[in-house]
């Protein structure tokens, strides 16, 4: 039985605070708290909102904090987890900008405001700004079209453009927009050429040496003399290993130009495991930033998401201290009370009930395969409303949801997967084109989930794994004051569950729709649950954290050897931070031990994210489209063939559904048990991995040809090392990980013998 319960508009709490300048608009509650936290002495912020409610004017509360109460910010940097959401931010921001002044100049990615406000709070104070407000977009796809527009010769080259038309113009507040990548890469001083980034992380990773290096300087901050000469030493080895002291100003510029102190993180919890080190370690490295700076009180971090990282949190709570964590909660209020702004219209949920062979989290997730089928039978009832999204979990099954409408209806889907669509369906172009007006059915996955915020989206099926991508998903249709319909994939065995906990009731406010979800779904999708543990407190995770705080340090001493006394306050973090993440004598001996030197193994590790992808063409009659993909996704969601006549590539057929868990085992022949155990709990390139182990020793397959294209590193566990100790948790865990495609396991007669981690 179809139950169908109408949820009430979400709206938020008005504030007092107004802006005038080219229109007049009135802050949310939540935004003038914002705003209150940049003249607090807090340093950090988790802010947790619903999705539309505006969180991005976080970006702008530390100017408003200048007019209102004095402060001195010079901008902001916003950094987004993909490259659509950060070109769509661009273009709100440049939307919101366009309400508070005039357009002075623009070109590409780079964007300057003469801005003119007048600021009233509460208490009938009126403050005023007048001033130019610049707006950057640093993506790699956008500095490639400035650097073809300006005849650039390098991505380097066209930052120091930005840089000089920056100052040119005299920009009193920057906002950057971008994803984490370059400021990583900045702030870490990892930003330099391949060769040369090779030899510092060859160093970085040296056993205890960056730390020894930094307690030792420490101990001689009494005796200037003796530090000087020191530091000398180190500048010298380090200078052996870069570009020289002349290019590291030029980076030291461009980082100080570009990267504004705020720090804003949006949609934090959408990140995976794999980012999460890298994700701590940009944090720590704006805390080291900070302490270099004259004006430390300027350097703040704001984390947005629907579900805050309990895990950052601890980390930033146990280096910088409880005081300086401030939390943000907005609730939704009723639409009926006085001063109010609507998030998002009523909207009719349709708990639609779908047979799954498995109870508990695996149930939410096979769901995905009744998607085809679900879209075949609303496919009507789709084009009535116009503009539509269909979230699913799968490449597959969301093309195959496409294919079955496009087939009953005629109309043309937009599939926005990751993978490039098929021809004849639209792909991301289309979201743009018709972002607010239009007829548009989009049909995707995550990769759509943080794409173009589309506006008047008026109908969706979701499928949704756990609570918080329910809330993240249901979010994306009916904001503002639009209403909407979503009909909602649940297991059969749980649709009774809801309508219970709702009371069979006609009429529910969303929190009571949230909450009765609450009682059967998963919080937390169970493979960012289990990643966490591996990722954050094994040692390969420490790794990630450490490298990009170890190389900091080393280029500090070349950048600051005239000045060593400055140094102090960040070394003294870089060592607390140390023993706080547990930078022990074991993890220092596995790194010597376990570790591949490989400069290839090396700087994946450092890379901010997840990286191994593999070219791919698909072929439809006479047509093709080349593209990009994680070699998992490809492997388990299409027929493929692989070709090597010039050049290694995928050819990609029809979608086939396959078991994720089976795609990514490899067979043994003949297991060595002892030349196994021998490489338990290392990092190695693939290649080398297969090399030692015998290549007759594995049964050939597609994932071993792919992953010894790509040679990505890997670590390796061996699941029989100690069965009786803390290992045996390491391997139930990566187990778990392998039913969700996470994890790559050897096997032999049904046995498994190891388990390895792309990295």
Same mark, same amino acid.
């Given at each position: 039985?179809?139950?169908?319960?109408?949820?009430?508009?979400?709206?938020?709490?008005?504030?007092?605070?107004?802006?005038?300048?080219?229109?007049?608009?009135?802050?949310?509650?939540?935004?003038?708290?914002?705003?209150?936290?940049?003249?607090?002495?807090?340093?950090?912020?988790?802010?947790?909102?619903?999705?539309?409610?505006?969180?991005?004017?976080?970006?702008?509360?530390?100017?408003?904090?200048?007019?209102?109460?004095?402060?001195?910010?010079?901008?902001?940097?916003?950094?987004?987890?993909?490259?659509?959401?950060?070109?769509?931010?661009?273009?709100?921001?440049?939307?919101?900008?366009?309400?508070?002044?005039?357009?002075?100049?623009?070109?590409?990615?780079?964007?300057?405001?003469?801005?003119?406000?007048?600021?009233?709070?509460?208490?009938?104070?009126?403050?005023?700004?007048?001033?130019?407000?610049?707006?950057?977009?640093?993506?790699?796809?956008?500095?490639?079209?400035?650097?073809?527009?300006?005849?650039?010769?390098?991505?380097?080259?066209?930052?120091?453009?930005?840089?000089?038309?920056?100052?040119?113009?005299?920009?009193?507040?920057?906002?950057?927009?971008?994803?984490?990548?370059?400021?990583?890469?900045?702030?870490?001083?990892?930003?330099?050429?391949?060769?040369?980034?090779?030899?510092?992380?060859?160093?970085?990773?040296?056993?205890?040496?960056?730390?020894?290096?930094?307690?030792?300087?420490?101990?001689?901050?009494?005796?200037?003399?003796?530090?000087?000469?020191?530091?000398?030493?180190?500048?010298?080895?380090?200078?052996?290993?870069?570009?020289?002291?002349?290019?590291?100003?030029?980076?030291?510029?461009?980082?100080?130009?570009?990267?504004?102190?705020?720090?804003?993180?949006?949609?934090?919890?959408?990140?995976?495991?794999?980012?999460?080190?890298?994700?701590?370690?940009?944090?720590?490295?704006?805390?080291?930033?900070?302490?270099?700076?004259?004006?430390?009180?300027? #350097?703040? %971090?704001?984390?947005?998401?629907?579900?805050? =990282?309990? /895990?950052?949190?601890?980390? *930033?709570?146990?280096?910088? @201290? +409880?005081?300086?964590?401030?939390?943000?909660?907005?609730?939704?209020?009723?639409?009926?009370?006085?001063?109010?702004?609507?998030?998002?219209?009523?909207?009719?949920?349709?708990?639609?009930?779908?047979?799954?062979?498995?109870?508990?989290?695996?149930?939410?997730?096979?769901?995905?395969?009744?998607?085809?089928?679900?879209?075949?039978?609303?496919?009507?009832?789709?084009?009535?409303?116009?503009?539509?999204?269909?979230?699913?979990?799968?490449?597959?099954?969301?093309?195959?949801?496409?294919?079955?409408?496009?087939?009953?209806?005629?109309?043309?889907?937009?599939?926005?997967?990751?993978?490039?669509?098929?021809?004849?369906?639209?792909?991301?172009?289309?979201?743009?084109?018709?972002?607010?007006?239009?007829?548009?059915?989009?049909?995707?996955? #995550?990769? %759509?989930?943080?794409?173009?915020?589309?506006? =008047?989206? /008026?109908?969706?099926?979701? *499928?949704?794994?756990?609570? @918080? +991508?329910?809330?993240?998903?249901?979010?994306?249709?009916?904001?503002?004051?639009?209403?909407?319909?979503?009909?909602?994939?649940?297991?059969?065995?749980?649709?009774?569950?809801?309508?219970?906990?709702?009371?069979?009731?006609?009429?529910?406010?969303?929190?009571?729709?949230?909450?009765?979800?609450?009682?059967?779904?998963?919080?937390?999708?169970?493979?960012?649950?289990?990643?966490?543990?591996?990722?954050?407190?094994?040692?390969?995770?420490?790794?990630?954290?450490?490298?990009?705080?170890?190389?900091?340090?080393?280029?500090?001493?070349?950048?600051?050897?005239?000045?060593?006394?400055?140094?102090?306050?960040?070394?003294?973090?870089?060592?607390?931070?140390?023993?706080?993440?547990?930078?022990?004598?074991?993890?220092?001996?596995?790194?010597?031990?376990? %570790?591949?030197?490989?400069?290839?193994?090396?700087?994946?590790?450092?890379?901010?994210?997840?990286?191994?992808?593999?070219?791919?063409?698909?072929?439809?009659?006479?047509?093709?489209?080349?593209?990009?993909?994680?070699?998992?996704?490809?492997?388990?969601?299409?027929?493929?063939?692989?070709?090597?006549?010039?050049?290694?590539?995928?050819?990609?057929?029809?979608?086939?559904?396959?078991?994720?868990?089976?795609?990514?085992?490899?067979?043994?022949?003949?297991?060595?048990?002892?030349?196994?155990?021998?490489?338990?709990?290392?990092?190695?390139?693939?290649?080398?991995?297969?090399?030692?182990?015998?290549?007759?020793?594995?049964?050939?397959?597609?994932?071993?040809?792919?992953?010894?294209?790509?040679?990505?590193?890997?670590?390796?566990?061996?699941?029989?090392?100690?069965?009786?100790?803390?290992?045996?948790?390491?391997?139930?865990?990566?187990?778990?990980?392998?039913?969700?495609?996470?994890?790559?396991?050897?096997?032999?007669?049904?046995?498994?013998?190891?388990?390895?981690?792309?990295?």
């Amino acid at each position: 039985m179809v139950y169908t319960v109408e949820v009430e508009p979400v709206c938020v709490e008005l504030g007092e605070i107004k802006i005038r300048g080219k229109e007049e608009f009135t802050l949310r509650r939540f935004q003038e708290e914002l705003v209150g936290f940049f003249s607090s002495p807090r340093i950090y912020l988790f802010l947790s909102a619903p999705t539309g409610s505006g969180k991005t004017f976080t970006l702008l509360a530390p100017l408003f904090s200048n007019v209102l109460y004095g402060t001195r910010y010079d901008g902001a940097l916003g950094v987004y987890p993909t490259k659509p959401l950060t070109a769509d931010q661009f273009e709100s921001m440049k939307f919101t900008l366009g309400k508070l002044g005039e357009v002075k100049s623009e070109k590409g990615g780079v964007v300057i405001y003469e801005v003119n406000i007048e600021v009233e709070s509460g208490d009938d104070r009126v403050a005023s700004y007048r001033g130019k407000v610049g707006l950057v977009l640093l993506t790699r796809d956008n500095i490639e079209k400035l650097r073809e527009s300006m005849a650039m010769e390098s991505g380097r080259s066209v930052l120091d453009a930005v840089r000089r038309v920056l100052i040119a113009e005299d920009v009193d507040y920057l906002i950057t927009l971008a994803v984490p990548e370059y400021p990583y890469l900045m702030l870490s001083h990892m930003y330099r050429s391949h060769h040369d980034l090779a030899k510092v992380l060859d160093l970085a990773s040296s056993g205890k040496i960056v730390l020894e290096l930094a307690e030792k300087a420490l101990s001689l901050m009494e005796n200037e003399d003796e530090l000087r000469r020191y530091t000398l030493r180190i500048a010298k080895m380090v200078k052996k290993l870069v570009e020289g002291r002349t290019a590291e100003r030029e980076l030291a510029d461009l980082s100080s130009a570009l990267l504004p102190p705020v720090l804003f993180f949006d949609e934090f919890h959408t990140w995976s495991f794999y980012e999460l080190p890298t994700a701590a370690a940009l944090v720590l490295l704006h805390r080291l930033t900070s302490l270099m700076s004259t004006r430390r009180e300027m #350097y703040r %971090v704001v984390f947005s998401s629907a579900t805050p =990282n309990q /895990r950052i949190l601890d980390i *930033v709570r146990k280096i910088a @201290g +409880e005081s300086s964590v401030e939390k943000v909660e907005v609730n939704p209020v009723d639409c009926g009370r006085g001063s109010v702004a609507m998030v998002k219209g009523r909207t009719m949920v349709e708990l639609y009930p779908v047979e799954t062979n498995v109870y508990g989290a695996l149930a939410w997730i096979e769901v995905d395969k009744s998607l085809p089928s679900v879209v075949e039978s609303k496919a009507e009832e789709i084009v009535k409303y116009e503009r539509a999204m269909i979230l699913g979990r799968r490449v597959y099954s969301v093309e195959k949801a496409a294919e079955s409408f496009h087939r009953k209806t005629g109309k043309t889907p937009a599939v926005v997967t990751g993978v490039v669509p098929p021809p004849g369906f639209y792909g991301k172009d289309a979201l743009v084109e018709r972002r607010a007006t239009g007829e548009l059915y989009v049909f995707g996955n #995550y990769a %759509v989930e943080l794409g173009v915020d589309l506006q =008047n989206m /008026r109908y969706s099926i979701v *499928v949704a794994s756990n609570l @918080g +991508e329910l809330v993240q998903r249901m979010g994306r249709s009916g904001r503002g004051n639009v209403d909407s319909k979503s009909v909602v994939l649940v297991p059969r065995c749980y649709v009774d569950e809801v309508t219970k906990k709702l009371k069979s009731r006609s009429t529910v406010s969303y929190r009571e729709l949230v909450e009765a979800f609450s009682w059967i779904m998963p919080d937390e999708h169970i493979v960012r649950k289990l990643g966490n543990e591996v990722m954050l407190y094994w040692n390969i995770g420490k790794l990630r954290v450490y490298l990009p705080l170890a190389t900091h340090v080393l280029i500090l001493f070349l950048r600051h050897m005239d000045k060593p006394m400055d140094l102090k306050p960040v070394l003294q973090d870089f060592v607390n931070t140390a023993s706080v993440l547990m930078f022990n004598g074991e993890f220092f001996s596995w790194i010597n031990c376990r %570790v591949s030197r490989n400069p290839e193994v090396l700087v994946e590790l450092a890379a901010f994210r997840l990286s191994p992808t593999v070219p791919y063409t698909r072929y439809i009659g006479e047509e093709h489209v080349d593209g990009e993909a994680n070699p998992v996704t490809l492997l388990s969601n299409y027929d493929v063939e692989l070709d090597t006549s010039g050049g290694f590539r995928v050819v990609i057929g029809k979608p086939s559904e396959k078991s994720v868990k089976n795609v990514t085992e490899i067979n043994l022949n003949h297991p060595n048990r002892s030349l196994m155990l021998s490489l338990n709990d290392t990092v190695l390139p693939f290649k080398l991995l297969l090399e030692i182990l015998g290549g007759k020793r594995l049964v050939n397959n597609a994932l071993i040809r792919v992953l010894k294209e790509i040679n990505a590193p890997v670590y390796f566990i061996y699941t029989r090392a100690n069965e009786k100790t803390a290992e045996t948790n390491r391997v139930h865990l990566l187990e778990t990980l392998h039913v969700y495609g996470q994890a790559i396991a050897l096997k032999h007669s049904g046995d498994t013998y190891a388990y390895m981690l792309l990295l």
